[in-house]
C-alpha cells in the first residue's frame, strides 16, 4: 500500500514525498486509518517502525479542515529529547500547511513558553512536568483540545510521570479522540488505556520481546577491567562511524567519554544531568558526524532517531531486558541494517540470559583471548592474562592501569579495594 491511499492530504503526501518516504511500515498503514476514522486507539509497535508518523499524518490532515484560536492536538511525551524530535518532524510533514506548533518542556524558562502558547497553538508537543506547570499558571486552554497523543507510554510510565499523566487527562475535554503508542504491553499501558479509552482499536504489529529487523546482535564476553580496552579495539577494528554506547549511570557515562577522547576519538556523554544546551548540542554534534561516539544513559534508549547510527555497544547490560530492545532499536531504523554488540563481564551472564529469555533466541558469543575474563582457580586459565595488543595505548596514557584490585561484586556494582604491593608474590605468581 502506498500513502496516496490512505487517504491523506496532498500537502501532507508532498511533504512525506519530500523525506522519500513511499511505502507505509505495518503499523502506519494499520494505525493512520483508525486515527483519521477518529476511533481511540493503543498502537504497540517496536522502535524504529516508524509510530511517529503514525499519528503525526492523520492529526494534520484533520487539523487542516478547520481553525480555532485554541489548542487543538496535544502529545505527550516522556523525554526532552523526544520532544524536540517529534515538534520537528511535525514541522517537516505540516510544512504546507497553515498550523502553528509549539513544543515545550524543561530545562527552558516559562516566560518563553508562555508568550508562544499565549498567541494560540494548533499543534503543541509537551512533556508532562513542564505542561503541568503551564495548565497551574493558566498559560494552556484546554477548552477546544480535539486529540490527545500519549507517545511512548511505557517508558513515561517507568520514569514515574503517571500521578502528572492523570492529573492533565482529568483535565482535558472528555469528547476527545485518545491515541495510545508504546513500544510494549505491559499491565501499567491496559490499565492506562481501560480507564481513559473508549472502545479502543488495540494494534499489536510484533510480539514483545521482539528486536526490530535488521539488527545483526554479538556478545563479547570480556574481564570487567578490560572493557575500556575492548571498546577501543573494536571501534578500531569495526570502522565504525556513528557509535552508540550506552551505560548505566550518568558518571560511567562521563568517565568513558573522556577516556575515549584521550584515546583520539570524537566522543561526547549524554544524561539526565547535562543541561539542555548541552544535551541538544551534543545530539546535533551526534547527528552532523561532528562526533563519532555518544555515549549515553537509558535516556537515549527511547524515541531517539539519528540516522546512520551504525553501532549500538551495551557497554553495561541493562537491568531490565525490555531495555536492551529498546537500545538495540537505535540502529537499523526505517529497514535498514545495523549491529548491537554487548560486552559481557562476568557478572552480566545472567542478564545476558534474561535478555535472550525475553526474545526467545541465543545471541552469539565472539571470544578475543586477550579480553576474555580469567576464572580463579580455573587450570585451564593462564594465570597471567595474555599481553593486550592495545598495551602501547594503555602505557601511553589512554587508559591508566588499575589502581584497585576487584574483589567482589554488590547489587551489580563493582567494589574495589587498594591493589596491595608486590601482589604478584602474594597470589603465589612469582
Same mark, same amino acid.
Given at each position: 500500500m502506498s500513502f496516496e491511499k490512505l487517504g491523506l492530504a496532498p500537502e501532507i503526501l508532498r511533504a512525506v514525498k519530500a523525506k522519500n518516504y513511499l511505502i507505509p511500515t505495518p503499523i502506519q498503514e494499520r494505525a493512520i486509518p483508525v486515527a483519521l476514522s477518529g476511533k481511540d486507539l493503543i498502537g504497540c509497535a517496536q522502535t524504529g517502525t516508524g509510530k511517529t508518523a503514525s499519528f503525526t499524518l492523520p492529526i494534520l490532515h484533520r487539523l487542516r479542515e478547520g481553525k480555532s484560536p485554541t489548542l487543538r492536538a496535544l502529545v505527550l511525551v516522556p523525554t526532552r529529547e523526544l520532544a524536540s524530535q517529534v515538534y520537528e518532524n511535525i514541522r517537516a510533514y505540516g510544512h504546507h500547511l497553515c498550523l502553528r506548533t509549539e513544543v515545550i518542556f524543561g530545562g527552558i524558562g516559562l516566560r518563553v513558553q508562555k508568550e508562544s502558547l499565549r498567541y494560540g497553538v494548533d499543534f503543541l508537543v509537551a512533556t508532562p512536568g513542564r505542561l503541568l506547570d503551564h495548565l497551574r499558571q493558566g498559560n494552556v486552554n484546554f477548552s477546544r483540545l480535539e486529540i490527545l497523543v500519549i507517545d511512548e507510554t511505557d517508558r513515561m510510565l517507568d520514569m514515574g510521570f503517571l500521578p502528572d499523566v492523570r492529573t492533565l487527562l482529568k483535565s482535558l475535554p472528555a469528547r476527545r479522540q485518545t491515541l495510545l503508542f508504546s513500544a510494549t504491553m505491559s499491565q501499567e499501558v491496559q490499565t492506562l488505556g481501560r480507564e481513559f479509552l473508549k472502545e479502543p482499536v488495540l494494534i499489536e504489529i510484533a510480539p514483545q520481546g521482539t528486536p526490530v529487523g535488521g539488527v545483526r546482535q554479538v556478545v563479547y564476553p570480556v574481564d570487567a577491567g578490560r572493557k575500556q580496552a575492548?571498546? /577501543?579495539?573494536?571501534?578500531?577494528?569495526?570502522?565504525? =562511524? =556513528?557509535?552508540? #554506547?550506552?551505560?548505566?549511570?550518568?558518571?560511567?557515562?562521563?568517565?568513558?567519554?573522556?577516556?575515549?577522547?584521550?584515546?583520539?576519538?570524537?566522543?561526547?556523554?549524554?544524561?539526565?544531568?547535562?543541561?539542555?544546551?548541552?544535551?541538544? =548540542?551534543?545530539?546535533?554534534?551526534?547527528?552532523?558526524?561532528?562526533?563519532? #561516539?555518544?555515549?549515553?544513559?537509558?535516556?537515549?534508549?527511547?524515541? /531517539?532517531?539519528?540516522?546512520?547510527?551504525?553501532?549500538?555497544?551495551? +557497554?553495561?547490560?541493562?537491568? *531490565?531486558?525490555?531495555? +536492551?530492545?529498546?537500545?538495540?532499536?537505535?540502529?537499523?531504523?526505517?529497514? *535498514?541494517?545495523?549491529?548491537?554488540?554487548?560486552?559481557?563481564?562476568?557478572?552480566?551472564?545472567?542478564?545476558?540470559?534474561?535478555?535472550?529469555?525475553?526474545?526467545?533466541?541465543?545471541?552469539p558469543r565472539i571470544v578475543l583471548k586477550e579480553f576474555e575474563a580469567v576464572v580463579v582457580g580455573d587450570p585451564k586459565s593462564s594465570p597471567i592474562p595474555p599481553r593486550s595488543p592495545l598495551s602501547e595505548k594503555r602505557n601511553a596514557g589512554c587508559f591508566p592501569e588499575r589502581s584497585s584490585l576487584t574483589v567482589g561484586w554488590r547489587s551489580g556494582i563493582e567494589i574495589e579495594r587498594p591493589r596491595p604491593k608486590r601482589i604478584g608474590r602474594n597470589l603465589g605468581l612469582v
Open positions: 575492548l571498546l /577501543l579495539h573494536l571501534i578500531e577494528k569495526e570502522r565504525m =562511524q =556513528q557509535v552508540l #554506547v550506552f551505560t548505566r549511570t550518568k558518571h560511567r557515562a562521563n568517565h568513558l567519554a573522556e577516556q575515549l577522547h584521550r584515546c583520539g576519538k570524537r566522543a561526547d556523554a549524554l544524561h539526565g544531568s547535562k543541561s539542555q544546551g548541552a544535551r541538544t =548540542q551534543a545530539l546535533e554534534r551526534f547527528r552532523s558526524g561532528s562526533i563519532q #561516539v555518544l555515549v549515553a544513559t537509558n535516556l537515549a534508549a527511547r524515541g /531517539l532517531d539519528v540516522k546512520g547510527i551504525s553501532h549500538v555497544v551495551n +557497554y553495561e547490560i541493562p537491568e *531490565a531486558p525490555e531495555d +536492551y530492545i529498546h537500545r538495540i532499536g537505535r540502529t537499523a531504523r526505517a529497514e *535498514a541494517t545495523g549491529d548491537a554488540i554487548s560486552l559481557m563481564s562476568p557478572n552480566e551472564r545472567g542478564s545476558i540470559r534474561d535478555i535472550e529469555r525475553l526474545m526467545g533466541q541465543t545471541i
